[in-house]
Nanobody, 121 residues
């Protein structure tokens, strides 16, 4: 399984971005998909997770309703729609695939290379 994240870039505070993560292989729908991020000088942290069918989602507390995770199993792609971005959201964002609906990094088996999001003030 290979994951390719894209959609990062430079955006002003208050703006929006949509990240995408394309997953190779024919078993995409058998994976729970998560998004994590690593801000400069900090450890990687959980952002959001979506269940196999997309019915269930969970978010980190700091999301405050600003981010939405979704998936399209026909396109083998998971998305993270981010709005009302703040400078504190600056980070490398990673997508990951696992078999358990969880926010724990250790339960995700496959990782993408990350895409950089920079939010200017």
């Amino acid at each position: 399984v290979q994951l390719q994240a894209s959609g990062g870039g430079l955006v002003q505070a208050g703006g929006s971005l949509r990240l995408s993560c394309a997953v190779s292989g024919r078993t995409f729908s058998s994976y729970v998909m998560g998004w994590f991020r690593r801000a400069p000088g900090k450890e990687r942290e959980f952002v959001a997770v979506v269940s196999w069918s997309g019915t269930h989602t969970d978010y980190a507390e700091f999301m405050k309703g600003r981010f939405t995770v979704s998936r399209d199993n026909a396109k083998n792609t998971v998305y993270l729609q981010m709005s009302s971005l703040e400078p504190e959201d600056t980070a490398v964002y990673y997508c990951a695939a696992g078999t358990q609906f969880s926010s724990r990094e250790c339960l995700f088996d496959f990782w993408g290379q990350g895409t950089l999001v920079t939010v200017s003030s």
